[in-house]
């Protein structure tokens, strides 16, 4: 019984040890048909983000400024938050390219 259980114990570390082969794989931009247009749609769609957090930075500064008038502190306190936020979301519309860029290097360090 007590060999039974040491050669099931041991049996993993007979196994040999198989390591991944050396693989190169690239993004290829012109592997699949509408790369291009694709491209075109994600810089469309990041424009619109960029207008809308634009809005939404104006909007959220009137808010703000009729909170603060108005001795109002939560729709003041709602304008600050929603500044920061606008604020947030141009940052990473704007970075997002940089952001995909550098995670990708780190990614093909590992």
Known sequence: MFDLINSVVS???SLPVL???DIDINPNSNGLPGISQLRTIV???MTVGLILSVLALIVSAVVWGFGANSSN???AGRGKVGVLVSCG???ICGASVTLINFFWNVGQSV
């Open 73 to 75: 502190p939560h729709l």
């Open 43 to 45: 810089g469309a769609v």
């Open 89 to 91: 979301a141009a940052v």
């Open 19 to 21: 390591l991944p082969m």
């Open 11 to 13: 049996l993993p570390l």
